[in-house]
């Protein structure tokens, strides 16, 4: 059995998870973008093919990073295990390695996650037991579905360690935001501090819905308040 991995709330700005998660749940992936441009993180964004399952899902908690490569060895032990240790709090986001023939995820991981208070899980690959997931509302952002088992085909080789999915690196413990516009990760050091930059520009860009609402001209209204930096 491996070895368990917890994330430290001091480490992000001294909040608890669940303040966390809730405050960012509250916004909006294109606001996090946004912040994340003015700081100077540009490559942030996952890949567009990756997508929710259902378009009311929103994930949002540290990275607990996999990765996994094509493996025709009927050993799947390393599949299996990896769930058990999922720490509380995490959402999980694997690293496929570009194999586009297997169901990384089903229904079982998925119980299994909700059991361990796991917030949702970013899979760069297939989905499987599609219709049981919709049912349990875990969040799950995936690339593509599909009905092959891992076993015999795909298998973990490691975790807790640095991947990179599309152009972005992903650490762990590395902070996982997404809704339906994509999946955005932000490095763990600027966890608090995008969240407060990114509460700050949602209330302004709620100034300049209710202008435009009033009959205010959007060039105007945008030069006045939308200044992020």
Same mark, same amino acid.
């Given at each position: 059995?491996?070895?368990?991995?917890?994330?430290?709330?001091?480490?992000?700005?001294?909040?608890?998870?669940?303040?966390?998660?809730?405050?960012?749940?509250?916004?909006?992936?294109?606001?996090?973008?946004?912040?994340?441009?003015?700081?100077?993180?540009?490559?942030?964004?996952?890949?567009?093919?990756?997508?929710?399952?259902?378009?009311?899902?929103?994930?949002?908690?540290?990275?607990?990073?996999?990765?996994?490569?094509?493996?025709?060895?009927?050993?799947?032990?390393?599949?299996?295990?990896?769930?058990?240790?999922?720490?509380?709090?995490?959402?999980?986001?694997?690293?496929?390695?570009?194999?586009?023939?297997?169901?990384?995820?089903?229904?079982?991981?998925?119980?299994? *996650?909700?059991?361990?208070?796991?917030?949702?899980?970013? #899979?760069?690959? +297939? =989905? &499987?037991?599609?219709?049981?997931?919709?049912? @349990?509302?875990?969040?799950?952002?995936?690339?593509?579905?599909?009905?092959?088992?891992?076993?015999?085909?795909?298998?973990?080789?490691?975790?807790?360690?640095?991947?990179?999915?599309?152009?972005?690196?992903?650490?762990?413990?590395?902070?996982?935001?997404?809704?339906?516009?994509?999946?955005?990760?932000?490095?763990?050091?600027?966890?608090?501090?995008?969240?407060?930059? *990114?509460?700050?520009?949602?209330?302004?860009?709620?100034? #300049?819905?209710? +202008? =435009? &609402?009033?009959?205010?001209?959007?060039?105007? @209204?945008?030069?006045?308040?939308?200044?992020?930096?």
């Amino acid at each position: 059995m491996m070895e368990k991995t917890f994330f430290n709330e001091e480490e992000y700005g001294g909040y608890s998870f669940e303040e966390l998660r809730e405050r960012y749940k509250k916004l909006y992936v294109p606001a996090v973008s946004d912040v994340l441009d003015d700081l100077g993180c540009w490559d942030h964004t996952l890949p567009i093919d990756i997508v929710p399952l259902d378009l009311g899902m929103k994930v949002a908690g540290p990275a607990f990073t996999v990765a996994g490569r094509c493996d025709p060895d009927i050993s799947r032990e390393n599949n299996v295990d990896i769930i058990d240790i999922l720490p509380e709090h995490s959402v999980s986001i694997w690293d496929t390695g570009g194999d586009m023939f297997t169901g990384h995820w089903g229904e079982l991981m998925t119980n299994s *996650a909700l059991y361990r208070n796991s917030q949702g899980a970013v #899979i760069d690959g +297939g =989905l &499987r037991d599609t219709s049981f997931i919709l049912k @349990l509302g875990f969040p799950i952002f995936y690339k593509y579905r599909c009905v092959n088992d891992a076993y015999g085909r795909w298998k973990i080789k490691e975790y807790n360690c640095q991947i990179k999915i599309g152009t972005v690196k992903i650490n762990p413990g590395d902070y996982v935001f997404g809704d339906l516009d994509g999946v955005v990760i932000i490095p763990k050091k600027l966890t608090s501090e995008v969240l407060l930059k *990114a509460e700050e520009l949602a209330k302004k860009e709620d100034q #300049i819905r209710k +202008g =435009l &609402r009033e009959g205010g001209k959007l060039y105007d @209204l945008y030069s006045q308040t939308k200044h992020r930096k």
